[in-house]
């Protein structure tokens, strides 16, 4: 059994990412250039910006976080939007969620200019995405596949079963899965709530996602032998052996399932680390966008 080190794997990614941006700037090129928007200070929120703006850092990138009180109104944020838009010293820009309630997220999404779209929220990305077109993809289904490229897991013809069907997770792991492409080409199944039978579908896959955000859910009665189980959930639980009171578990029963699995992702230490790898990798992208315009 393999453990799928996704630390391990974002480090060497962003050393990767870094080189390739040294030999930019000393050819006389700039620096990528995220920015980062964020309203109020909702705790999460702030570690994931603090989180972002460091690993900008060690990419060898330029960041800017746009903060903004929570009373800002909903046209004066898309008129931040849209200057964002059209700076084009901002190579890529992401958009905190949750937003107040008084500013519509899904007009806010749909305003982002697509090849500044690094969090792949963008309906029109989506839609890019589906029939095959270039986009920018969701961070944390794309941290997936990235770990299926780099751990050589075969994917072609492969039965895919994804556990969870959100928009950020779910549904565009599915389309990726399922994707003419190198990890892809799965024939996918999609469970959820009102699937039917869903033990024995998992007991089909040969490789699992699961993305449901329901600790221990996945037990080994679910997996067949020599499956490949990538574990997306991350859900804060109760814990008083620990100074904190609390610990990140996933989905998946890891003590358990790792005895019969080939390949698994730990919680922490798996999916999450190289969702953040993704938006590295996104806002380089878009850099190459932008300076070729």
Same mark, same amino acid.
């Given at each position: 059994m393999t453990i799928i080190d996704g630390k391990a794997t974002a480090a060497s990614i962003k050393q990767e990412i870094a080189a390739e941006v040294e030999n930019i700037v000393n050819n006389g090129g700039r620096r990528p250039h995220l920015g980062i928007v964020i309203v109020g200070h909702d705790g999460g929120s702030e570690a994931y910006v603090g989180n972002a703006v460091k690993n900008c850092e060690v990419c060898g990138f330029d960041s800017t976080v746009f903060r903004?009180?929570?009373?800002?109104?909903?046209?004066?944020?898309?008129?931040?939007?849209?200057?964002?838009?059209?700076?084009?010293?901002?190579? =890529?820009?992401?958009?905190?969620?949750?937003?107040?309630?008084?500013?519509?997220?899904?007009?806010?999404?749909a305003s982002i200019a697509i090849d500044k779209d690094v969090d792949g929220c963008n309906p029109a990305n989506i839609g890019r995405m589906v029939i095959?077109?270039?986009?920018?993809?969701?961070?944390?289904?794309?941290?997936?596949?990235?770990?299926?490229?780099?751990?050589?897991?075969?994917?072609?013809?492969?039965?895919?079963?994804?556990?969870?069907?959100?928009?950020i997770v779910g549904k565009p792991a599915a389309i990726m899965l399922m994707e003419k492409a190198t990890p892809g080409n799965c024939t996918v199944t999609v469970c959820h709530s009102a699937t039917k039978d869903l033990k024995e579908k998992?007991?089909?896959?040969?490789i699992i996602v699961a993305a449901l955000g329901q600790p221990g859910f996945v037990t080994a009665d679910?997996?067949?032998? =020599?499956?490949?189980?990538?574990?997306?959930?991350?859900?804060?639980?109760?814990?008083?052996?620990?100074?904190? =009171?609390s610990r990140l578990a996933g989905d998946v029963a890891f003590d358990e399932v790792a005895e019969i699995a080939s390949m698994i992702t730990p919680v922490p230490g798996g999916v999450g680390p190289m969702t953040i790898c993704s938006l590295m990798l996104n806002t380089l992208e878009a850099y190459r966008r932008n300076t070729a315009k």
């Open positions: 903004n009180e929570e009373d800002i109104t909903e046209e004066e944020f898309m008129n931040l939007i849209e200057r964002l838009n059209n700076d084009p010293a901002i190579d =890529g820009y992401i958009v905190q969620m949750p937003l107040p309630r008084h500013i519509d997220s899904d007009r806010v999404a095959g077109l270039p986009s920018f993809k969701p961070a944390t289904p794309s941290a997936v596949m990235e770990l299926l490229k780099r751990y050589n897991v075969e994917t072609r013809g492969k039965h895919a079963v994804v556990l969870g069907r959100s928009n998992c007991r089909e896959a040969d679910m997996v067949k032998p =020599g499956a490949v189980v990538m574990d997306v959930g991350t859900t804060r639980v109760p814990d008083p052996t620990r100074k904190s =009171g």
